[in-house]
């Protein structure tokens, strides 16, 4: 097994979601399939190559930082769940 | 003229029309809606059809014809893949978690096609958040393919495409992240266009994985694709990902010769697993333009088989990172019941995402933890790196690449649902363009020996969407009249 249902579990839990024990069999084994054929990957040297993370050859944009009309608060409150005052609500923190 | 017989005219045929007064936009539209009530109960397009905004579209473009202020898309009535941002109109990325989800602006390109007078139809169905190669991981319904509704139309952007291919839609857009502009595009017989990275504004486009997503035309011919194109490419300062390079009048390359020009075909597109009449297509593509006056040349890009692995890292690693904004704070789905913050947000994504969607995230999860991070997500991006390097190598000697789209016709829907690798394989020849950035274009080339269409793509160099047009432009006129779609 390239991944344990141990590690499952603890991946599931860093990416905030949690799954029935029988989905976790499934998911367990179709991720296992899954890095099995990725691991093809070690096939090949890549010894001295640099990771590419970006599809083009621009590095940088700059634009002046300007204040400009955008969404005034009640649109951008209006998607939300819950909210108050103005203000996104989520249960009690501290 | 009945209702099918307008609608199988192109973009440009029906801006004659709309310009000469033959027929209004108001008219067009209703056809287009009628259409819809009619064939897409059977093909399922479009999650949302917003009939009363397309109509008052219609109204004001109408007004700007008259007043002889019309633009190329002025009145066309197009459909939108629901990963773009409308404002106003219910935006779900096919998944629950957004099911209710009302965007406060536009996405750059819907703004474009917007101030252009275009009518927005409606929202057409994919893939939930673009994972996937056959529609089905839609959290809704599933496409049909038009051709045959046994059929998967293909994935991401299958609504996109079968409502093209049905004629519920006179062009629409796509999203391409590993091949879904293309592949359905092929599946349905139709032109799809995955631009070159850059040269469509993202912004607005929900994010599946930024570095590779690509916003695109999906029409019935090249010339239309290369007039949507024009519309709504160039750089946006909401993009910072986007190419500051000029955009040519891509209209202006669908009428040029490509007589002495090489094309490069892939030794490892054409290898085993390859379906043979996909095979056969390829070949007869191939003599067509050779005899035409193209330089056919074999050519290698020796790391092909590295491209759908690094791929099946690097997407959902961008996807497990993007995706963390799903949380029933600010928007969308929020599960009711909860104990405390971490119980809501658990909870929440549990219950809104689907199963593919949930793999990717875990996929990605993985591969960026610690520990994790140098054998897979470091290792998929030097693979990355290499890929792009072929491709450069490659057209050092050849100024576009033929290859096939997809290894197959279009398969049976539930055919692949219970094997996500055999899925995500599905893929293996589009998506390399992504991972490089290039440009490419689908372009309808045969039917199967069970009536399938099946199409080749055109793959341009670094920012050549021009070179796309003008070899797929040209293949069209080659090949001559395609057959027609059976749905009525």
């Known amino acids: ?94 | 003229m009945d209702d099918a017989g307008l609608l199988r005219l192109s973009c440009l045929e029906l801006r004659a029309l709309l310009d000469k007064g033959e027929i209004t936009s108001f008219e067009l539209t209703n056809a287009c809606l009628r259409r819809i009530e009619e064939v897409d109960k059977k093909v399922n397009a479009y999650i949302t059809v917003d009939r009363d905004g397309a109509l008052m579209g219609s109204k004001k473009a109408d007004e700007m014809i008259r007043k002889g202020e019309s633009r190329p898309f002025t009145g066309i009535p197009i459909g939108l893949k629901d990963v773009l941002c409308t404002k106003g109109l219910r935006t779900t990325c096919a998944s629950k978690i957004l099911k209710d989800f009302i965007p406060p602006y536009d996405a750059t390109v819907v703004e474009r096609l917007r101030a252009e007078g275009a009518v927005i139809l409606g929202k057409l169905n994919m893939d939930e958040f673009a994972m996937g190669s056959s529609t089905e991981n839609s959290a809704f319904f599933p496409t049909k393919n038009p051709w045959n509704l046994d059929c998967i139309p293909g994935g991401s952007s299958g609504g996109s495409a079968a409502s093209v291919a049905s004629l519920t839609s006179c062009a629409s857009l796509g999203s391409d992240t590993g091949g879904s502009i293309r592949q359905p595009a092929s599946h349905c017989g139709i032109v799809g266009m995955k631009p070159a990275y850059g040269r469509v504004s993202r912004f607005g486009l929900v994010a599946f994985a930024s570095s590779l997503d690509q916003i695109g035309p999906m029409t019935k011919t090249v010339k239309d694709c290369a007039l949507m194109l024009n519309s709504i490419a160039g750089s946006d300062i909401r993009d910072s990902t986007s190419h500051p390079s000029p955009c040519p009048d891509f209209l202006d390359y669908t009428d040029r010769d490509i007589k002495g020009m090489t094309i490069g075909v892939p030794l490892e597109y054409m290898s085993e697993g390859l379906h043979n009449d996909v095979k056969e297509a390829v070949e007869g593509a191939i003599s067509k333009l050779e005899d035409a006056g193209a330089v056919i040349k074999e050519i290698t890009l020796p790391h092909t088989e590295y491209a759908v692995s690094a791929y099946y890292i690097i997407a959902p690693s961008e996807a497990s990172s993007n995706l963390m904004r799903y949380d029933g704070v600010k928007y969308g789905f929020r599960a009711g019941d909860y104990d405390d913050l971490m119980d809501m947000y658990i909870k929440t994504r549990s219950m809104g995402f689907g199963q593919e969607v949930k793999r990717r995230i875990m996929l990605g999860t993985f591969s960026l933890a610690s520990g994790y991070y140098d054998a897979y997500y470091k290792k998929a991006s030097q693979v990355r790196g290499i890929i792009a390097e072929d491709f450069q190598k490659a057209f050092n000697e050849c100024d576009i690449i033929l290859a096939p789209v997809a290894p197959t016709p279009a398969f049976r829907l539930g055919e692949k649902t219970d094997d996500p690798l055999e899925m995500y394989l599905s893929d293996i020849f589009t998506i390399p363009v992504n991972l490089a950035g290039l440009p490419a274009i689908s372009v309808p080339c045969a039917l199967s020996s069970s009536g399938l269409p099946i199409g080749i793509q055109f793959i341009g160099p670094q920012m050549g969407d021009h070179l796309c047009i003008q070899f797929a432009s040209f293949y069209e006129r080659l090949r001559g009249n395609f057959g027609e779609c059976p749905i009525s």
């Open chain 1, 1 to 94: 097994m390239k991944i344990t249902k141990e590690e499952v579990s603890h991946i599931a839990s860093l990416s905030r979601l949690s799954f029935e024990p029988e989905e976790l069999d499934v998911i367990s084994l179709q991720l296992n399939d899954i890095l099995i054929y990725i691991e093809k990957l070690n096939g090949l040297d890549t010894s001295g190559v640099e990771p590419v993370t970006h599809a083009h050859d621009l590095v940088n944009a700059f634009r002046d930082d300007e204040v400009k009309e955008w969404l005034s608060n009640d649109e951008a409150m209006d998607n939300a769940p819950q909210s108050d005052n103005g203000q996104f609500k989520v249960p009690r923190i501290i």
